[in-house]
């Protein structure tokens, strides 16, 4: 279900900045993220906006973070934006909007029926780059955990990640499968240290921890943003200060990120993007084409909807 | 006429007794000088005049002190209206860091006097009479710390004598200036006196001499005796102010 | 005195009450802010405790389940399970995610006889659960021989986890975590951040600001030198942040040091001091008066003597107000070490390796998916407790030392 | 006369010249060691600044005009135009002196020379406190504060705004964060000034406040200049907190206070950590922008101060 | 025997020209004084002496200023040991913010002394020559700021004798001092002068008469003439002496 326990602790509802109307009227803020972000690359692939011959409008607010979207979108009656399926709508006083008609929750990302989604993707050092053979054996140990056993999909599960636990098994057999891994050794002189995308944090943390529940070792998560993910792990930043053993991003690996390299890399759960307004807000539906046309800034009032 | 009146002064900086049980009358158009030895609390006393005592935390007073027969330490009274009658010339020169001029129109200022006639002509006025105007004329607008030590003093001057005062306290106003200046200054006092009171604390015995009326002699806090000039010189009362004037002098 | 002019001094007059008024107003509005966010989470065990959980699996060889009265103080928030005498509530953590908490535990219960299901050194030891763990997932088989799998990752309530637990027939595992979301590591580290930092850029602001004041004359080095130090206190955080891995980092991997560390965060902090303590030192030289110094020099001091026994104890005040000043600028700086040390929250932090400060940690809580405004504004409390003592007790010293050196 | 000159040993007096030799050392080193940094992150930023506009940039040079003069920052297209950040930074930064400048001043007077010494003390100790509030919160603080009562100001003066998110925000947020610098900046300044300069103008019958006013503050000037210089560095410096309201807009420049802006670092930041390339390296080169506007305010402030300087003669 | 030798000295601060063609010579266990208005550069030339003008940037010298016969602007002069054996009382008393005792033993132990005996010995002794040591005996760990302005300067001529130094330059010590402690200070001289050389700027005519052997006279930054005091006093060789010497006087 998608209501997350934090949903019935809000602690504060901000109030509505000014009174809803009854049918809204006036300009559409448009609300984005940064053009680096995962989350906004997600969002316009998935309303079919073509990067290389359309162009945002200009009059939008460029947003820092989910969280800042979600607060901003909140307090802007407005304003309309895009968060991730895990964001605490009512918290930040949002409404989630169905898009194309289909209700943004885990069964209909899963299914496919809703779109706007993203992945979550990983890539690892490449073989025999690690800073030892226990290093790379908890590696691969880690990888096999968060995609395959039922320990680790659930923790992902339960930190709000959309996985398919239908094929989960138990990491008892899982473990037996990872190649140079014997649970007899004592790893607890090892540490993962994980990098790349903050959009991740949650559901890895949770993923890292439940790990650490059946293999006693160290982790040590350092994340600033899906660049960093591939530039730390196999790219030019692999030997600097901030290496890592594996690099995370919210998207998919880009063209020049030459995940190849690593000894692996794939997907380890999906998030959806919410198309959100402030809760006052009367719209509870949008399509494809309507906020496509608010985006690329053919459709600024509220009466044009 | 009294310009001022004393009685029964008494002057605490914390729980040092710095002046004790002080009866003066300081009187009109008159040059009143206070001499004695260093720390007997001459410089206290004339701040005492123009209550900038009042600054000093922990300053404790006791007595009467009367200007024009007005208690000014009395809750009523307005010290800035006092200060503006009783002007002050102190021990080190203390000019603004401000241009020679601003230093001068400064008092006028204050007071909401801003017609640049009367400002230029009582700063010109003014620099004449400290002596200053010949050195100075063609740096008006330059900062006054430039100038000398003597320069600064004589500015300072100048700086009160533009607010034309009724009394003029001068703490050792001369003594860092030279012979010249300082007969320039002397005889700029001489004919003040005609319409101003001048309270002066010196250390010259001569220089109290020849221009004072009236002299009073402190020692560690006490007024030893107060009198004409030449009774004080000539014939003191007090053994301990004979010894004093006919000791080694400066 | 004239009425305009009593008027006019009034109208000025106020004009300075308003202005420290709107100063209080505005700093009143800003501590309730974070007062009514963050005061309830102010307590001394978040201080104290780590800020990750311990993650253990425990396993029950020899399970037994018992019959267990309701300790009548329970409350009736925390529902509790008859056959294994513990008792649960629903609680938040640091993320403010929700969790099975253990309220109650029976002494009798058979919960506190599990082993260590770990791989690891720890692996068969005896472990049991105890009060103020947090059940993660707890897998066990139900009467029908269904597996059933209850706790905080598989959103299930207390309530919900207790039914589950009296519907038992045999206990498989229970992942569970040990309390965490403090910021023991935090302060630490900031205090190590604030030490290193000290030491590396007081003796060389100082000296710096001596010698621009006391011996530089005026010509174009000395004159490019102070502009270049000027310059510094302009340069944003972030370019200070940038300049540390690229310039810095090299330095501190002489030293052996591979990652980012606090080592490497000092020194960044260092140059980003540097300007503010040169500043406040000269503004301090600049107050003693020339005259001592000539009288110093005409003793036949040397410049040096001069510096160190007359000039610097006048001064003194005035550098730990710049102390002051460093350690305030330390404790509020994110930018720069966000770059420099890492946002991994340690809990252990060494000088080699990377940590947080309290001012990155709620940089780190803010910038994630859900921004923790509680969490932030109770790490502010304890930061703004910091500086309020580091601040009396400069004071003190300074009056002390005030007290000393001159008479007023 | 005995002298003390067969008590002073040779040894000690070269031992004392040496050591005097060896500190100037040590204080010359200490000050070019602080004046070099300057110079090491210059190098840094400008070597990778100019990058993108040379002719051997992977990817083709930008052309470096269309930098300069552009009013369109749109890393989505590729567009990078900075001036009018640049004048949106000075906009917001001037803005947050001219809220700022005057209240530190004179909480600064006060503290100093109006308010008994108890409740100075506290003053003192909040200003104090105001410093050491981490940016990130009053970031927080302005985004759930602030830019309501922007927005409720906007609402009165009949416009709508991005949820308070502006310019007037920006400059609310940087006059808050500048203010304890200069206060205590202008504390210390105020502090310095001699005794004998307010006893000198209290006896020419000036009043305590007008002495306050017209010598007290005259004579601080260099002080109180030197915190507004620290204080506009760091109104220019800050990030974290600015981009949290600024709105970052793409185009510009802006003017109306209740419209969304974008400043030099807030255009740094964002998206810094997650973006390589073009993108990331054109960043060093608004650095280097933001290095000469620094400059060039500071000289600007210095102009004024002598203006202020010669017209009080 | 000629403690100074000065030749064609020039001194400019920044483009202002203080001192013009001196030449003068000091003499050996001799007091000599200088004279003349304010701002005529008295001060300055006393500096020249022990290099004090070093300080002041945009300072320039030229010529030839011979300590004992050697150049003391010489590169590789040692201007330490110079003030050391030239010591320095100046026009505002300066004290150093430290007791009394420290302030009077600081140059003892800036040399390397440490022995408490000597300290001792030198601080008592020293205070005794100053007339100050029946004040301060009981205050010897006061901060020295808490005494008068008259106290203060007597502690600093306390802490030049401290040294014992060759020669003592005073610029105007007296002007801060009443007549008893004046006289005392007077009096010192004459002792000292037996052993010493002193070399003194004064604005009171009659002290330069009642101390010195020789005097200078300086005006707007010449030295006008120079020579026994008798003479200069009652012969000057210069009209624009004689008009000085007997203008009106302090
Ligand atoms: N602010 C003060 N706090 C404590 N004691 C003070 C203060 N000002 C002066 N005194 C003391 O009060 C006494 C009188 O001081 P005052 O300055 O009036 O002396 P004076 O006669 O003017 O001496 P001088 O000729 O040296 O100027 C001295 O012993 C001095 O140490
Ligand atoms: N640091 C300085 N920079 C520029 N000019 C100076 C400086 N010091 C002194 N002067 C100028 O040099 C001239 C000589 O000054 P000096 O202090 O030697 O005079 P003085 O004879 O000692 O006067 P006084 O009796 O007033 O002390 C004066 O005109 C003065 O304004
Ligand atoms: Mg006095
Ligand atoms: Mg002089």
């Known amino acids: 279900s998608t209501d997350t326990p934090a949903a019935e602790a809000p602690a504060e509802t901000p109030d509505p900045v000014e009174e809803p109307a009854e049918g809204l009227s006036g300009e559409i803020h448009v609300y984005t993220r940064d053009a680096t972000s995962g989350t906004r690359e997600a969002f316009e692939g998935g309303i079919g906006f073509d990067k290389d011959e359309e162009t945002l409008t ?8 989910n969280g800042d979207m979600a607060s901003k979108v909140g307090n802007d009656v407005n304003g309309i934006g895009y968060v991730s399926l895990t964001t605490d709508f009512a918290a930040n006083n949002l409404k989630p909007l169905n898009f194309e ?13 809703y779109s706007l989604k993203r992945p979550f993707s990983y890539v690892t050092r490449a073989a025999g780059d690690f800073e030892s053979d226990e290093a790379e054996a908890l590696t691969r140990a880690f990888i096999a955990f968060i995609t395959e056993s039922e320990e680790g999909l659930s923790a992902v599960d339960g930190a709000g990640g959309i996985v398919d636990l239908s094929s989960a098994k138990p990491w008892s057999e899982v473990a037996e499968t990872v190649d140079g891994f014997d649970p007899a050794t004592d790893y607890s002189g090892i540490t993962l240290r994980t990098r790349g995308s903050t959009s991740v944090d949650k559901t890895l943390k949770a993923a890292l921890e439940a790990f650490q529940a059946e293999v006693a070792f160290e982790f040590n998560m350092d994340h600033t943003g899906s660049g960093d993910g591939f530039k730390r792990v196999l790219g030019e930043e692999k030997d600097g200060a901030n290496a890592g053993d594996i690099g995370f991003a919210s998207r998919k690996f880009g063209d020049n990120e030459t995940v190849s390299d690593g000894m692996l890399s794939g997907e380890y759960c999906q998030d959806a993007v919410v198309v959100v307004v402030e809760s006052s807000n009367p719209l509870s539906e949008i399509t494809q084409q309507q906020i496509h046309d608010i985006i690329v800034g053919q459709l600024t009032t509220w009466e044009e909807l | ?52 005592n009042d600054l000093i935390d922990g300053t404790k007073i006791t007595g009467q002190v009367l200007f024009n027969g007005q208690e000014i330490y009395a809750p009523e009274s307005d010290v800035v209206t006092l200060r503006t009658k009783v002007g002050m010339v102190f021990q080190k020169p203390n000019p603004f860091p401000m241009s020679v001029y601003d230093n001068v129109a400064y008092g006028l200022r204050v007071q909401g006097i801003k017609n640049k006639a009367v400002l230029n002509d009582t700063v010109e006025d003014s620099l004449k009479k400290a002596a200053l105007w010949e050195e100075v004329k063609d740096r008006l607008s330059d900062n006054a710390l430039q100038l000398s030590g003597g320069q600064q003093q004589r500015l300072c001057i100048a700086r009160a004598i533009a607010l034309s005062p009724e009394v003029i306290l001068m703490d050792e106003p001369t003594s860092a ?9 002397e005889e700029l006092m001489e004919s003040l006196k005609k319409d101003y009171t001048i309270a002066i604390v010196t250390l010259s015995m001569q220089q109290a001499a020849r221009i004072s009326d009236y002299t009073a002699f402190f020692l560690l806090g006490d007024l030893i005796e107060m009198g004409p000039t030449r009774e004080v010189f000539h014939k003191p009362n007090d053994k301990r102010t004979e010894d004093y004037i006919t000791g080694r002098f400066g | 005195m004239t009425r305009k002019r009593r008027i006019y001094d009034g109208i000025l007059n106020a004009l300075t009450y308003l202005s420290s008024g709107i100063a209080v107003i505005i700093l009143v509005m800003v501590l309730q802010f974070v007062f009514v966010r963050g005061w309830s989470g102010v307590n001394f065990d978040l201080l104290s405790k780590p800020y990750w959980s311990g993650n253990n699996t425990i396993e029950f060889p020899q399970f037994k389940t018992g019959a267990f009265d309701r300790p009548d103080h329970l409350g009736d928030d925390i529902a509790f399970s008859e056959k294994l005498g513990i008792g649960l509530s629903d609680g938040l953590d640091a993320y403010k995610e929700h969790q099975v908490v253990v309220e109650y535990l029976d002494p009798e219960s058979p919960l506190h006889h599990g082993v260590v299901s770990t791989a690891g050194v720890d692996l068969g030891k005896e472990l049991g659960l105890s009060e103020g763990s947090n059940i993660v997932n707890l897998m066990l088989k139900d009467t029908d021989d269904k597996i059933v799998n209850v706790g905080a990752q598989r959103k299930s309530t207390a309530e919900e986890t207790v039914a589950a637990m009296d519907n038992i027939s045999e206990m498989r595992k229970i992942y569970f975590k ?56 302009g340069v944003p955080s972030i370019i200070f942040g940038l300049m540390g891995v690229s310039v810095l980092f090299p330095i501190t991997q002489l030293m052996g040091i591979h990652t980012v560390s606090i080592i490497l965060g000092a020194l960044t902090m260092a140059v980003v001091l540097l300007p503010l303590i040169i500043r406040q030192t000269e503004e301090s030289l600049k107050v003693v008066p020339i005259d001592l110094r000539y009288a110093s020099l005409s003793l036949g001091a040397t410049q040096t003597q001069t510096i160190f026994k007359v000039i610097l104890p006048s001064a003194l005040p005035g550098i730990l107000t710049a102390t002051l000043l460093s350690i305030s600028r330390i404790i509020g700086e994110s930018a720069a070490l966000i770059y420099t040390m890492g946002t991994f929250i340690a809990d252990r932090p060494r000088l080699d390796q990377g940590a947080t400060t309290l001012a990155v940690q709620i940089w780190s809580l803010m910038s994630g998916e859900q921004p923790n405004f509680e969490l932030s504004s109770t790490i502010s409390i304890i930061i703004l407790l910091i500086v309020l003592a580091l601040n009396v007790s400069v004071k003190l010293i300074s009056y002390r030392i005030n007290k000393k050196w001159s008479v007023s | 006369m005995d002298s003390k000159h067969h008590l002073i040993s040779e040894a000690y007096q070269r031992r004392k010249k040496g050591w005097d030799k060896f500190f100037k050392g040590l204080f010359w080193l200490a ?55 640049v004048i949106n930074t000075i906009i917001s930064a001037l803005g947050a002196l001219l809220i700022s400048f005057p209240i530190s001043v004179l909480t600064a007077l006060f503290i100093t020379k109006i308010a008994p010494r108890s409740l100075s003390r506290i003053m003192t100790t909040i200003v104090e406190l105001l410093a050491a509030i981490p940016s990130v919160v009053y970031g927080v603080f302005a985004a759930g504060v602030i830019v309501r009562w922007v927005d409720s100001l906007a609402a009165m003066a009949g416009f709508s705004t991005y949820g308070g998110n502006s310019l007037l925000a920006v400059s609310i947020l940087l006059a808050i964060m500048v203010f304890p610098t200069m206060t205590s900046l202008a504390i210390v300044a105020i502090n310095a000034v001699p005794r004998e300069l307010v006893e000198g103008s209290l006896a020419l019958g000036a009043t305590t406040t007008q002495t306050n006013f017209r010598v007290v503050l005259t004579s601080a000037k260099s002080g109180i200049f030197a915190g507004l210089i620290l204080g506009l560095g760091r109104a220019f410096g800050e990030a974290t907190a600015v981009s949290m309201v600024a709105g970052n807009s ?46 060039v305010t500071n000289l600007g402030i210095h102009f004024v101060k002598d203006r202020i300087g010669r017209s009080m003669s």
């Open chain 4, 250 to 295: 793409m185009i510009g420049p802006t003017f109306n206070p209740f419209n969304i802006t974008r400043t030099l670092t807030s255009t740094m930041l964002a998206g810094l950590k997650e973006t390589q390339g073009l993108d990331y390296d054109i960043r060093f080169s608004v650095g280097i922008i933001l290095m000469a506007v620094i400059l």
């Open chain 2, 1 to 52: 006429m009294k310009t001022f009146e004393i009685k029964d002064l008494n002057l605490w900086y914390g729980d040092f007794h710095a002046l004790k049980d002080i009866d003066m009358d300081i009187r009109n158009n008159k040059v009143s000088a206070f001499i004695g030895p260093s720390g007997c609390g001459k410089s206290t006393f004339l701040r005492v005049l123009n209550r900038m």
């Open chain 1, 101 to 113: 008609g289909v209700e943004p929750t885990i069964e209909n990302v899963l299914s496919d029926d």
């Open chain 3, 178 to 233: 040990t309390e965490g979301g403090g910021i023991n590591g935090s302060l630490k580290a900031t205090l190590y951040l604030i030490g290193l930092s000290l030491v590396i850029a007081l003796p060389i602001g100082i000296a710096a600001a001596i010698y621009l004041n006391e011996y530089a004359k005026a010509n174009r080095v000395t004159n490019a030198m102070r502009s270049s130090i000027e310059l510094l206190s």
């Open chain 1, 58 to 65: 200009a009059s939008a607010v460029e947003t820092s973070g």
């Open chain 2, 177 to 185: 200036l030279d012979p010249i200046a300082t007969g320039k200054i």
């Open chain 4, 31 to 85: 000050g070019f060691i602080s004046a070099i940094f300057i110079i090491l992150i210059i190098v840094f930023i400008v070597r990778k600044g100019i990058g993108p506009f040379l002719p051997s940039y992977p990817g083709g040079a930008y052309p470096i005009g269309k930098f300069l003069t552009g009013f369109q920052w749109r890393q989505d297209s590729a567009i990078y135009g900075v001036a009018f950040i």
